[in-house]
Nanobody
Framework: QVQLVESGGGLVQAGGSLRLSCAASGRTFSRYAMGWFRQAPGKEREFVAVIRSGGTTYYADSVKGRFTISRDNAKNTVYLQMNSLKPEDTAVYYC??????????????????WGQGTQVTVSS
């Protein structure tokens, strides 16, 4: 099991930027794809971005061109740089470790370990 701790959330005005970090425990971090998801009040948790162990990235259409996911395997950390933030980006953001087995990288069910979440609030 991998322990995940997110940080970097906060309150920002529309058009602003935030960078989220997710620190992972464990020596096998580099072997797994790592994803970011978000959940707004009253809505289901949704896929935001994922980075494979080899560095390939995928994004939800709603954040493509504005968000960038990256990882530093030496630091066991994955990042989410969020630019041009919009009020509809307001949510609790979670990082998660892919289980390494499931074909899907977009489904919450494909991820075994989750962080506690960090709140991102974008004011208009």
């Amino acid at each position: 099991q991998v322990q995940l701790v997110e940080s970097g959330g906060g309150l920002v005005q529309a058009g602003g930027s935030l960078r989220l970090s997710c620190a992972a425990s464990g020596r096998t971090f580099s072997r797994y794809a790592m994803g970011w998801f978000r959940q707004a009040p009253g809505k289901e948790r949704e896929f935001v971005a994922v980075i494979r162990s080899g560095g390939t990235t995928y994004y939800a259409d709603s954040v493509k061109g504005r968000f960038t996911i990256s990882r530093d395997n030496a630091k066991n950390t994955v990042y989410l740089q969020m630019n041009s933030l919009k009020p509809e980006d307001t949510a609790v953001y979670y990082c998660a470790r892919h289980n390494g087995v499931s074909q899907s990288i977009y489904s919450t069910g494909s991820y075994d370990d989750w962080g506690q979440g960090t709140q991102v609030t974008v004011s208009s």
